[in-house]
């Protein structure tokens, strides 16, 4: 059994490669997964109203949660940038050097 680290810019970013996510489950891999932003640009696709940054947050990390959950993905951690201000600095770095580090993804 292997650890599997997804990366992604966005909550939604790993439908993208949700096919070999499951195939990797069925092989009894661990999936984990670290997003950067919390997806908070945009509009709802449910109600296909737009609504305020902190709302459309929330929306994407719940949705997030339970994709993740259908994928069965063990862990996931959010870096918490917004969307469109994604920046490198000291401070994430270390966080997911640790996260890397810790798991030692296949």
């Known amino acids: 059994m292997a650890n599997i680290l997804t990366i992604s810019a966005h909550p939604d970013d790993h439908l993208g490669c949700a096919g070999t996510l499951f195939k990797l489950k069925e092989k009894n891999h661990h999936l984990y997964e670290i997003v950067l932003t919390a997806g908070n640009e945009g509009f709802n696709r449910a109600t ?35 969307d469109l201000d994604v920046h490198y600095d000291k401070e994430t770095m270390f966080k997911m050097v640790k996260i890397i580090r810790d798991l030692k993804p296949q």
């Open 48 to 82: 296909k109203k737009i609504v305020n940054n902190l709302e459309m947050k929330t929306i994407r990390l719940t949705e997030f949660k339970k994709a993740s959950k259908y994928l069965g993905t063990k862990k996931t951690w959010c870096m918490g940038f917004d």
